[in-house]
Nanobody, 114 residues
Framework: VQLQACGGGFVQTGGSLRLSCAAS????????MGWYRQAPGKQRDLVAT???????DYLDSVKGRFAISRDNGKNTVYLLMNSLKPEDTAVYYC?????????WGEGTLVTVSS
């Protein structure tokens, strides 16, 4: 599975962005998809994940501000980010896990100015 992420950019504090992750094949059978982020000098953290069926899960610091969704018909996963803060600045990576194998997209940079 190839994943192509886009939608990053530069926003001011309080702004919004929507990230998209398009898969090269059907995501219907992919059990779990999600978004990770990595800030300079820090480890890569899970931001949000959404299973094929079930409830999404979020990093505590983004709960109530971010929303992940998946459109199986378009083979795309989205991350809507509202009320952005400078600490949300990072490279965001799309992730998929299928049959125990991990797939990663190239990152998209999100920069939030104070």
């Amino acid at each position: 599975v190839q994943l192509q992420a886009c939608g990053g950019g530069f926003v001011q504090t309080g702004g919004s962005l929507r990230l998209s992750c398009a898969a090269s094949e059907s995501i219907f059978g992919i059990n779990r998809m999600g978004w990770y982020r990595q800030a300079p000098g820090k480890q890569r953290d899970l931001v949000a994940t959404i299973p094929r069926g079930g409830r999404a899960d979020y990093l505590d610091s983004v709960k109530g501000r971010f929303a992940i969704s998946r459109d199986n018909g378009k083979n795309t996963v989205y991350l809507l980010m509202n009320s952005l803060k400078p600490e949300d600045t990072a490279v965001y990576y799309c992730h998929a896990n299928r049959y125990g194998l991990d797939y990663w997209g190239e990152g998209t940079l999100v920069t939030v100015s104070s």
